[in-house]
């Protein structure tokens, strides 16, 4: 099975492919909100068109708005060009670790957190306070704590990026059906201003 994987969720993004012959491809760039350049050129590199691949996954964040919405038009884009399957998987189960607490910060004095165990979300993403995440990260003794972005709020962060690599590996190892329409993982409802 042939199988693309993207990955904008953080400052580093992303792509990674699979092919007949489990042969592995991995390109990583700087992946800023206001340019997707970087990650057309990456993907251009690593797409094959005379083997286009059965199944994309999907990083579906939580992480950066516009990335994870980027990620997911290409994937729908792709899947109408040449009919693959879908499957979106979130982005903070995509470090490479057995075990990890995950922090990041999810603006207007709040945080996201989750605790990942072999790819999965054993607990979160949740969205929660500064006094809830210490808590939390209270209990993580020799565990790694990992966040996308330095965060000075919390002692002993580790910084590191999800990785399409492994989005590709969790989305190989995920039962059930693909994804008809996947969608990003908002901690929050959307908000929405208007003006006159």
Same mark, same amino acid.
């Given at each position: 099975?042939?199988?693309?994987?993207?990955?904008?969720?953080?400052?580093?993004?992303?792509?990674?492919?699979?092919?007949?012959?489990?042969?592995?491809?991995?390109?990583?760039?700087?992946?800023?909100?206001?340019?997707?350049?970087?990650?057309?050129?990456?993907?251009?590199?690593?797409?094959?068109?005379?083997?286009?691949?059965?199944?994309?996954?999907?990083?579906?964040?939580?992480?950066?708005?516009?990335?994870?919405?980027?990620?997911?038009?290409?994937?729908?884009?792709?899947?109408?060009?040449?009919?693959?399957?879908?499957?979106?998987?979130?982005?903070?189960?995509?470090?490479?670790?057995?075990?990890?607490? %995950?922090?990041?910060?999810?603006?207007?004095?709040?945080? /996201?957190?989750?605790?990942?165990?072999? *790819?999965?979300? @054993?607990? &979160? #993403?949740?969205?929660?306070?500064?006094?809830?995440?210490?808590?939390?990260?209270?209990?993580?003794?020799?565990?790694?704590?990992?966040?996308?972005?330095?965060?000075?709020? %919390?002692?002993?962060?580790?910084?590191?990026?999800?990785? /399409?690599?492994?989005?590709?590996?969790? *989305?190989?190892? @995920?039962? &059930? #059906?693909?994804?008809?329409?996947?969608?990003?993982?908002?901690?929050?409802?959307?908000?929405?201003?208007?003006?006159?």
């Amino acid at each position: 099975m042939k199988v693309l994987a993207l990955e904008l969720s953080s400052a580093v993004g992303s792509v990674a492919s699979l092919d007949d012959q489990w042969q592995r491809q991995l390109r990583s760039f700087p992946a800023d909100r206001k340019d997707s350049g970087l990650f057309y050129e990456n993907l251009q590199a690593i797409y094959q068109p005379d083997a286009p691949p059965d199944l994309i996954v999907i990083g579906l964040g939580p992480g950066s708005y516009s990335g994870v919405r980027i990620a997911i038009a290409t994937a729908l884009g792709l899947r109408s060009a040449i009919g693959a399957r879908l499957r979106g998987v979130p982005s903070i189960s995509a470090i490479d670790r057995a075990e990890y607490f %995950f922090v990041s910060d999810a603006r207007r004095n709040s945080f /996201a957190f989750a605790h990942v165990v072999g *790819g999965r979300c @054993l607990e &979160g #993403p949740l969205l929660c306070d500064q006094k809830q995440v210490r808590e939390r990260l209270a209990q993580a003794g020799e565990r790694p704590i990992i966040s996308t972005q330095p965060m000075l709020q %919390f002692e002993g962060i580790i910084v590191e990026h999800p990785s /399409a690599l492994r989005l590709l590996e969790l *989305g190989l190892e @995920l039962d &059930g #059906p693909a994804d008809e329409t996947p969608e990003p993982i908002y901690l929050r409802a959307p908000y929405f201003t208007f003006s006159q």
